[in-house]
Every structure is written in C-alpha cells, then in structure tokens.
C-alpha cells in the first residue's frame, strides 16, 4: 500500500477496537444472561460462570466484528471528510478507487477474522459449552447441598434441606423420588450427609421415615428408620450419547450432513444452510465497509454536516445483514436455496464497488469546499494526476 492507502487504513485500525471493545461488553452482557439460570440452580460458583460466558465469546465476536467493521468505516470517513482531509486527497489528484482500497484491505482483513471465528471458533466453544453445561446439571452433589430451597437435580426427583451446617451436615431433609414408572416413595430425615460409597454418590439419612402409596390397597405405607442409605448414582446415570446441534458442528459436516444424523427434510435442511452461513458470513466483513464507503463518499462534500449521510450508511448496512438473515430463514426449509446466502454479501459489496467507481462528486461542492479547492474536486486534472 502506499503512503496515502496505508494512512486511511491506520485510521479504520483504532474505531475498530473501540467499538469491537464497546460492543462486545455489550452483546456478552446481554447473552451471560442465558447461562445464570443453570449456574445459580445447579450450585456453581463465579467460575463456572465466566468460564461458561467466556466460551460465548466467538459468538459474540460474531456479530461484533461485523458491526465493529462498519462503524469503523462511517467513523473514519466521517472523521476524513469534516477535516477536509478527503478532500485534499482528491485535489491532489486521488480517485475515489485508489480512496476505497483500504477499505477493500480493511474488508479482506475482517473476512479473515470472521472466517476464522464463525468456521472453527464458533463451533468448537458451542460443543464445549454444551459439554459444561451438561456436566453442571449432572453435578448433583452442588445441587444438594444448598438449603431453603426445593431442588429439582434430576427428572423426577424433589430435594429440600432446611440447613446445611459448616461442617456440610444435612437438617431437615426432604427427598420424593418418582422414576421410571416406580413406586413414589418419600423420604423424611431430622440429619445426614452426603458420601461415596463404593464409588458411588450416596445420601445417608439418619431418624427418619419412609412412605409411600401401596397400589394395591390404595393404602399409604410409612415406615421408620434410625439410618438408611440412598444410592444417587441411577439419577446420573447417562441416557446416551447427545446429539450435537448443527452449530456445534463445522462446515464441512454441515454441507453434506450425515443421514443418520438429520434424519428429517427440515432437520437436513437446518445442517446444509447453517454449514453455508459458516461460509458466507464472513463475506459480510468486506461488504459492510465497502456499502458504508459508497454511502459517504457518494455525494458532494459539504460544511454543514455529514450527520444524514452517516445515519444512510449506517442504515444500509444494518439492512444489508438483516436481508441476510431474512435470506437465511427462507431458505431453511428450501435447502436448494444456499446460494442466496452467498447472494446477499456479493451483490451488496459488488453494488457498492460499481457505486464508487463510477460516481463522481455532485457540482455543489463549489459552495462548501474549502477556499481555493477545484469546483469538482471528484475530478482531477491532467496535471493533478501526473503529479
């Protein structure tokens, strides 16, 4: 790049880092949201908190690297054009091309970027999310041990500890067990704690009952005991393996899924077109900034402000990726639709690209440029050019 290329693109480097750092306070914030429920009924502490908010962060990256490239590109030329400095550019003798290469490098960088995070990143934190979560919900004993609340560690199974003494003992417990067409029996104990037991999790009750509804006579049983163990391991016993959502996989399992994986039309439908949006989301990183350069420097300079045309630029691009996602939707159920996804990106920049190289500053740029500026500052003279 030469001196005036790798200048624009120095200034797109710093608001992208702002708002990249801006908005992905943002976007984590709102989407930690979903993860609190699991870590506050199952027990866990700060750790498993961040540790599970931090493997949202590719999907966070997601979206921001997007919106982070175009509020980069309408901050830098906004910030270009009301110090003139765009327009010393073209008066010197600068076409709107040779201005909107660093964009087209800016844009090639964020599709490197986004590929990177939206084709293994992404999935690859989705899968071990998915494990963690699995893993804190199974972890019964952190489910138990909290008191003065009913506790639900599994299906079927109701626990309520009235306290729980420093030294982990277990007062006033409650235990209902209905499972597996069983008996529903409940357990009543002054004391107790939880144990390992031949290897296994085991909850011991001291001074406590036992009943239960005889199907036969329709009568209530109830039974006292002085001690009696409870083997918790059938409430973690695993009920196979778990099938992976299409965004925990990668694209190339994705594109041509495995039969006895999506075993429906509308869940093979679902593989293909997430498998293309992994591919063509990145394409959105060039563009975005390339929509936003064809926006703001598509019309005359001017004195009085480039608010409007920064809200267009804005605007547009934000409509470019929701047509993206409308695009994305409609053709979830018509998988022979996949080359829309592609569509949306490529015509939108291609759009943008024909826009700023045929486009030329309007004749109202005499009245609002700086003293001494050509009257179309979008045209350079013979001798502009060859100096």
Request: cysteine-free.
């Given at each position: 790049?030469?001196?005036?290329?790798?200048?624009?693109?120095?200034?797109?480097?710093?608001?992208?880092?702002?708002?990249?750092?801006?908005?992905?306070?943002?976007?984590?914030?709102?989407?930690?949201?979903?993860?609190i429920?699991?870590?506050?009924?199952?027990?866990?502490?700060?750790a498993?908190?961040l540790?599970?908010?931090?493997?949202m962060?590719?999907?966070?990256?997601?979206i921001?690297?997007?919106?982070?490239?175009?509020?980069?590109?309408?901050?830098?030329?906004?910030?270009l054009?009301?110090?003139?400095?765009?327009?010393?550019?073209?008066?010197?003798?600068?076409?709107?091309?040779?201005?909107?290469?660093p964009?087209?490098?800016?844009?090639?960088?964020?599709?490197a970027l986004?590929a990177?995070?939206?084709?293994?990143?992404m999935?690859?934190a989705?899968?071990?999310?998915?494990?963690?979560i699995?893993?804190?919900?199974?972890?019964?004993?952190?489910?138990?041990?909290?008191?003065?609340?009913?506790?639900?560690p599994?299906?079927?199974?109701?626990?309520?500890?009235?306290?729980?003494?420093?030294?982990?003992?277990?007062?006033?417990?409650?235990?209902?067990?209905?499972?597996?067409?069983?008996?529903?029996?409940?357990?009543?104990?002054?004391?107790?704690?939880?144990?390992r037991?031949?290897?296994k999790?085991?909850?011991?009750?001291f001074?406590?009952k036992?009943?239960?509804?005889?199907?036969?006579?329709?009568?209530?049983?109830?039974?006292a005991?002085?001690?009696?163990?409870?083997?918790?391991?059938?409430?973690?016993?695993?009920?196979?393996?778990?099938?992976?959502?299409?965004?925990?996989?990668?694209?190339?399992?994705?594109i041509?899924?495995?039969?006895?994986?999506?075993?429906?039309?509308?869940?093979?439908?679902?593989?293909?077109i997430?498998?293309?949006?992994?591919?063509?989301?990145?394409?959105?990183?060039?563009a975005?900034?390339?929509?936003?350069?064809?926006?703001?420097?598509?019309?005359?300079?001017?004195?009085?402000?480039?608010g409007?045309?920064?809200?267009?630029?804005?605007?547009?691009?934000?409509?470019?990726?929701?047509?993206?996602?409308?695009?994305k939707s409609?053709?979830?159920?018509?998988?022979?639709?996949?080359?829309?996804?592609?569509?949306?990106?490529?015509?939108?920049?291609?759009?943008?690209?024909?826009?700023?190289?045929?486009?030329?500053?309007?004749?109202?740029?005499?009245?609002?440029?700086?003293?001494?500026?050509?009257?179309d500052?979008?045209?350079?003279?013979?001798?502009?050019?060859?100096?």
């Amino acid at each position: 790049m030469k001196t005036l290329e790798r200048y624009i693109f120095s200034q797109l480097l710093g608001p992208l880092g702002f708002f990249v750092l801006v908005l992905t306070g943002v976007m984590w914030l709102l989407l930690s949201l979903r993860v609190i429920d699991t870590v506050v009924n199952n027990g866990q502490g700060a750790a498993v908190f961040l540790e599970l908010t931090g493997l949202m962060l590719p999907l966070v990256m997601s979206i921001v690297l997007q919106l982070g490239a175009l509020g980069a590109t309408v901050y830098a030329l906004s910030r270009l054009m009301n110090e003139s400095e765009l327009v010393a550019a073209f008066a010197g003798g600068a076409s709107k091309m040779r201005v909107a290469k660093p964009f087209i490098w800016f844009g090639l960088f964020m599709i490197a970027l986004l590929a990177i995070d939206t084709m293994f990143l992404m999935p690859s934190a989705a899968r071990t999310m998915r494990d963690r979560i699995d893993e804190v919900r199974s972890d019964l004993v952190a489910g138990l041990i909290r008191d003065g609340r009913f506790m639900h560690p599994a299906s079927g199974v109701t626990v309520y500890i009235r306290e729980v003494t420093p030294n982990n003992e277990l007062l006033g417990i409650f235990l209902h067990v209905d499972r597996d067409n069983s008996t529903p029996v409940t357990y009543t104990a002054k004391r107790g704690f939880l144990t390992r037991y031949e290897d296994k999790p085991t909850l011991v009750m001291f001074e406590g009952k036992a009943q239960f509804l005889d199907e036969k006579t329709r009568q209530l049983q109830l039974g006292a005991f002085k001690s009696f163990s409870y083997d918790l391991s059938p409430l973690l016993e695993s009920k196979g393996a778990r099938v992976r959502k299409p965004s925990e996989r990668y694209f190339w399992e994705l594109i041509n899924p495995d039969p006895e994986v999506a075993t429906t039309p509308k869940a093979r439908g679902k593989f293909i077109i997430e498998g293309h949006e992994q591919l063509s989301a990145p394409l959105y990183g060039l563009a975005l900034p390339l929509v936003a350069a064809a926006v703001m420097m598509g019309a005359q300079f001017t004195r009085r402000g480039y608010g409007k045309r920064v809200a267009m630029a804005l605007i547009l691009g934000a409509l470019l990726r929701v047509i993206g996602l409308a695009v994305k939707s409609l053709a979830t159920p018509t998988p022979e639709l996949w080359p829309l996804l592609y569509a949306v990106p490529i015509l939108g920049g291609g759009a943008a690209l024909w826009s700023l190289s045929v486009t030329r500053l309007g004749s109202g740029a005499r009245s609002s440029a700086a003293p001494g500026t050509p009257p179309d500052i979008g045209q350079a003279t013979g001798n502009e050019v060859a100096s």
